[in-house]
């Protein structure tokens, strides 16, 4: 029986799921076991990102891995003018920046999750 393929974007999101949910858990003094978790949650979400680069180049080439790094950009300023504002900053535009910026980070993981799609559906084409 031959192992179903997995998405990558699917398991980066569950990996980012989990930080979420892990970072208030170990908040206020964090210890070794605490920072070992957390490397070991980024280290799989780092871990599912290469690998869905790797799986959108050898499909589409430079264009489809600049879309996953256009992604990241967009998530990572966007949580940046948000969730991890500094308090003087809370009045300014950057909220409403930061805002739009994850609207559209949420749009374009969507498109890479239809695009990844594709390539898995081909891939499991290919070994049926």
């Known amino acids: 029986m031959k192992r179903p393929v997995r998405s990558y974007l699917v398991l980066a999101a569950l ?8 970072l208030p858990l170990s908040a ?12 070991a949650i980024g280290a ?11 799986r959108l ?3 589409g080439g430079g264009k ?9 950009g967009f998530w990572t300023i966007g949580l940046f003018n948000t969730l ?6 809370v009045d300014t535009w950057r909220p409403y920046v930061g805002g ?7 749009a374009d993981t969507i498109a890479l999750g239809v695009q990844e799609h594709r390539i898995v ?3 499991q084409d290919q070994t049926a």
């Open 15 to 22: 990996a980012a799921g989990t930080l979420a949910f892990a």
């Open 100 to 106: 739009i910026l994850l609207l559209i980070a949420v």
């Open 121 to 123: 559906a081909g891939l």
């Open 64 to 72: 489809a891995v600049w879309h996953l790094t256009r992604t990241l």
């Open 84 to 89: 991890l504002l500094r308090p003087e900053d």
């Open 44 to 54: 799989a979400i780092l871990w599912n990102l290469v690998q869905l680069g790797r």
């Open 57 to 59: 180049h050898a499909a």
């Open 28 to 39: 206020g003094d964090r210890g070794p076991v605490d920072y070992a978790v957390l490397s």
